[in-house]
């Protein structure tokens, strides 16, 4: 037989065996680790608590309302509902059937109330000088709410006026700090002014001297282009010399060249002339040799 989980003990407050005595004996069952039975201490309850009836039903049910009471999210009522519960023979009573297990009010009667498990209904009688609220649980009559209102508005009070004497001391604090605070941007805006009159004077130091070394450069630039050029004009002047010497040259060569060839030509021409008149002497010594032959015949 196994009893309903939410029978489990979950907070660990009732049968002094920790949190989750059902889950965790069903776990080591189902593992094969023996189990070794063992007698708890008896539970210890918070001042007002009633005692159930000695029916184990009774038990069962004031068990599962103090742990239902512990689970958040669920209105359950606060406090252990008192006496014993009656239920209705034949399930006649059906204001229980369709809900979810739990503490419901009794209409027109605040000293009544019932409990649903399983869609069986379970009547309560709330006791001496206490009624019974659905969203409260049992609570205590209008006496008592007025004290506890009058100890809660003084308890507002105390801490109101705590809260303001803290809050005054935060206010301090935060001024104290507020003022350090200033005095150590003043501090900073001092060193950092101080700072950058050092970098500014630094910076200019140092364009003055990058522009020291570039006049230099440019100096030794514009001396270096000077001799550059004196050097190309004189090279200049000496490829003049050169080209007007050459061209000098070649005018005496291209004369003398002429002047050979001139000569050439008129000594071919004599050489023909010769030969020519040779061949005219030629001719005529011929004609007369011809002539004389003829006249001899």
Same mark, same amino acid.
């Given at each position: 037989?196994?009893?309903?989980?939410?029978?489990?003990?979950?907070?660990?407050?009732?049968?002094?065996?920790?949190?989750?005595?059902?889950?965790?004996?069903?776990?080591?069952?189902?593992?094969?680790?023996?189990?070794?039975?063992?007698?708890?201490?008896?539970?210890?309850?918070?001042?007002?608590?009633?005692? #159930?009836?000695?029916?184990?039903?009774?038990?069962?049910?004031?068990?599962?309302?103090?742990?239902?009471?512990?689970? #958040?999210?669920?209105?359950?009522?606060?406090?252990?509902?008192?006496?014993?519960?009656?239920?209705?023979?034949?399930?006649?009573?059906?204001?229980?059937?369709?809900?979810?297990?739990?503490?419901?009010?009794?209409?027109?009667?605040?000293?009544?109330?019932?409990?649903?498990?399983?869609?069986?209904?379970?009547?309560?009688?709330? #006791?001496?000088?206490?009624?019974?609220? #659905?969203?409260?649980?049992?609570?205590?009559?209008?006496?008592?709410?007025?004290? !506890?209102?009058?100890?809660?508005?003084?308890?507002?009070?105390?801490?109101?006026?705590?809260?303001?004497?803290?809050?005054?001391?935060?206010?301090?604090?935060?001024?104290?700090?507020?003022?350090?605070?200033?005095?150590?941007?003043?501090?900073?805006?001092?060193?950092?002014?101080?700072?950058?009159?050092?970098?500014?004077?630094?910076?200019?130091?140092?364009?003055?001297?990058?522009?020291?070394?570039?006049?230099?450069?440019?100096?030794?630039?514009?001396?270096?282009?000077?001799?550059?050029?004196?050097?190309?004009?004189?090279?200049?002047?000496?490829?003049?010399?050169?080209?007007?010497?050459?061209?000098?040259?070649?005018?005496?060569? !291209?004369?003398?060249?002429? !002047?050979?060839?001139?000569?050439?030509?008129?000594?071919?021409?004599?050489?023909?002339?010769?030969?020519?008149?040779?061949?005219?002497?030629?001719?005529?010594?011929?004609?007369?040799?011809?002539?004389?032959?003829?006249?001899?015949?």
């Amino acid at each position: 037989m196994v009893w309903d989980f939410d029978l489990d003990d979950f907070t660990g407050q009732f049968c002094g065996a920790g949190k989750f005595p059902l889950i965790s004996r069903l776990n080591k069952a189902l593992n094969g680790t023996t189990i070794t039975t063992t007698t708890f201490k008896p539970t210890t309850h918070e001042p007002g608590w009633t005692p #159930p009836s000695t029916t184990p039903t009774t038990t069962t049910t004031e068990k599962v309302a103090e742990y239902r009471q512990q689970q #958040p999210g669920r209105r359950r009522p606060t406090t252990i509902p008192g006496g014993s519960p009656t239920t209705t023979s034949g399930n006649t009573d059906t204001r229980c059937v369709g809900k979810v297990d739990g503490f419901y009010p009794t209409k027109g009667d605040c000293t009544k109330f019932h409990r649903c498990i399983s869609e069986v209904t379970y009547r309560y009688n709330c #006791p001496a000088s206490l009624l019974f609220d #659905p969203t409260r649980g049992l609570y205590e009559t209008r006496r008592d709410e007025t004290r !506890r209102d009058e100890t809660r508005r003084d308890e507002t009070r105390r801490d109101e006026t705590r809260r303001d004497e803290t809050r005054r001391d935060e206010t301090r604090r935060d001024e104290t700090r507020r003022d350090e605070t200033m005095t150590r941007r003043d501090e900073t805006r001092r060193d950092e002014t101080r700072r950058d009159e050092t970098r500014r004077d630094e910076t200019r130091r140092d364009e003055t001297r990058r522009r020291d070394e570039t006049d230099r450069q440019t100096r030794r630039d514009e001396t270096r282009r000077d001799e550059t050029r004196r050097d190309e004009t004189r090279r200049d002047e000496t490829r003049r010399d050169e080209t007007r010497r050459d061209e000098t040259r070649r005018d005496e060569t !291209r004369r003398d060249e002429t !002047r050979r060839d001139e000569t050439r030509r008129d000594e071919t021409k004599t050489r023909r002339d010769e030969t020519r008149r040779d061949e005219t002497r030629r001719d005529e010594r011929e004609r007369q040799e011809r002539t004389d032959k003829e006249e001899t015949l």
